[in-house]
């Protein structure tokens, strides 16, 4: 199957908005493809022995998507910007759910890039990071919609800034300042963890 055009998978999102249900069983086979991208962009940031498979976190975000009652769907950029969205979401609460089980917060380590979110030199906790980003949300929340669709949604800039209705120069200055933000707040995490080790280790 060929890449569908841009055009094509927004008329299929604008039926779909119109109550057009077969416009959903059409879209899926065009989407697919990008979406297992986008969901193996999500888990190369897990750890390797993590169980979810990119293949479950396409179905399980797709369920999601087609159960949005609320959303005007508009165009392709914002669907997989949204499709970022309910991946994280997904990997958050599977993340959650795992640190109740093992009452600890080792097992959900992630790895970010430093081309696209500066790193404190080690690997950030992933529920670490979705507080920051919940907390930058409160704070600014183009923001944190920017870093979303930048950074786990993989949306251009160009993109980016039509989803969010702004120009390519806010989302690059938005862009800047959430990463600069988010960087000192996972590095005052880190400071605080290390301290709490710390001192567990000279009373033990």
């Known amino acids: 199957m060929g890449m569908p055009s841009q055009g094509e ?65 508009q165009n392709r950029a914002q669907f997989f910007g949204i499709a970022a969205q309910q991946m994280r979401r997904i990997l958050v609460d599977h993340a959650r759910r795992r640190r109740y089980a093992k009452r600890q917060g080792s097992e959900h380590q992630i790895s970010l890039d430093d081309a696209v979110l500066p790193t404190t030199g080690r690997p950030a906790d992933l529920l670490a990071l979705d507080d920051a980003l919940s907390s930058l949300a409160e704070l600014d929340a183009r923001m944190a919609q920017v870093i979303e669709l930048r950074i786990f949604g993989g949306l251009t800039i160009e993109e980016s800034a039509a989803v969010l209705g702004v120009s390519n120069t806010t989302v690059i200055t938005d862009f800047k300042a959430a990463r600069a933000w988010l960087y000192r707040e996972l590095s005052d995490d880190l400071e605080v963890a290390d301290d709490s080790v710390a001192r567990h280790q000279q009373t033990a």
């Open 9 to 73: 998978v927004t008329r299929l999102l604008v039926d779909w908005s119109n109550g057009d249900q077969a416009a959903v069983d059409q879209l899926m086979p065009l989407v697919y493809d990008e979406l297992h991208r986008l969901a193996e962009r999500h888990m190369r940031r897990e750890r390797v022995e993590h169980t979810l498979q990119p293949t479950a976190l396409v179905h399980e975000a797709y369920c999601r998507l087609i159960d949005q009652h609320r959303v005007h769907w």
